[in-house]
């Protein structure tokens, strides 16, 4: 299946029925008078959040949706039946964003959360309705109300209690292969990964979601190699894995260089709790691992941690600091207590 995390849909609720104009017909019936009835409404078009969704794909094959037009009313004080509704299934953390890309119409985040996008139009009244004392044979009646309708745009933020950033070849896919049943594509070349991915991490007795993240580079945020635009995965996240190569002549400036891209796309982003950590630092002798790591604690202000997925050093500890971290935030929210901690700064 295809990852697809923005989609443009149009949608229109039905519209509604048009009254009719009829009249009493019936043999020794004298004064028969109006009975034409009102129309149905139109259905409406609800978006509902399902458990078994985890991408927009669907929504590149059929972009329109359209919800059934009330009946028109008919003689003998018939109203029209009621378009049916119908209903958008999206994954767990999609947005609904207006045409404009930037008003948030909706979020749903859990299973079952429904939201309506467009009413139905209300049904006309038939003539049946105007009848008065002084108006015993009225001749005309309301039409349907039109529908709503609307572009919008649907953006999946996925659901996951920890993410992977750095930059391009910093070691996140061949760290979420090792301690996950994930299969991401690894080779040695930049920007391998070309769309998130998600996997099932067990340490002790907890387990949480990782997302692994497509790298970033200087100007992500101006669109700059793949962009910003998987940002937004990491934004549900409760802490960020940070990824810098131990390979890299200046670990330094690339640790750097991503966190003033996580603060360009987003202010709250920067200021997730984040775990620091040099990969692959099997490839290099001990007297250079030093170095490295003496330059990236200087610029993180905090003591990074050493790991290599492929030998598995510091591969434990790390996740057992992820797992704490996300027991914190569980706490801090089950009490109702914020993130107080400080934006970084470059």
Known sequence: MKFLDLAKIYIKA?????GC????????????????????????????????????????????????????????????????????????????????QDTVIADLVHPGDRFLLARGGNGGFGNAHFKSATNQAPRHANPGL???????????KLIADAGLVGLPNAGKSTFLATVSA???KIADYPF???HPNLGVVQVGSADFVLADIPGLIEGA???????????????RCRVLLHLVDATSENVAEDYRVVRRELKAY???????KEIVALSKCDAID?????????????????????????????????????????????????????????????
């Open 221 to 235: 945020h101006e669109g700059a190699g793949l962009g910003d635009r998987f940002l937004g995965h990491v934004e």
């Open 266 to 272: 987003s202010p709250e982003l920067a200021r997730k």
């Open 14 to 18: 039905g519209d509604g029925g048009s």
């Open 146 to 156: 039109p529908g709503e309708e609307l572009t919008i745009w649907l953006r999946l």
């Open 182 to 184: 994930a299969k991401p």
């Open 21 to 100: 104009i009829g009249f009493r017909r019936e043999k020794f019936i004298e004064f028969g008078g109006p009975d034409g009835g009102d129309g149905g409404k139109g259905g409406d078009v609800w978006i509902e959040c399902v458990q078994n969704l985890n991408t927009l794909i669907d929504y590149r094959y059929q972009q329109h949706f359209k919800a059934e037009r009330g009946v028109n009313g008919m003689g003998r004080n018939r109203a029209g039946a009621n378009g049916k509704d119908i209903t958008i299934k999206v994954p767990p953390g999609t947005e609904v964003l207006a045409e404009d």
């Open 286 to 346: 001990d007297a250079t691992l030093a170095q490295r790591f003496e330059d990236l604690k200087k610029a993180a202000r905090k003591k990074p941690m050493a790991l290599s997925a492929v030998s598995g050093q510091g591969v434990r500890d790390a996740l057992f600091a992820l797992a704490r971290e996300i027991g914190k935030k569980d706490a801090e929210d089950s009490d109702g207590s914020g993130d107080a901690s400080e934006p970084w700064q470059p």
């Open 192 to 194: 391998t990964t070309l």
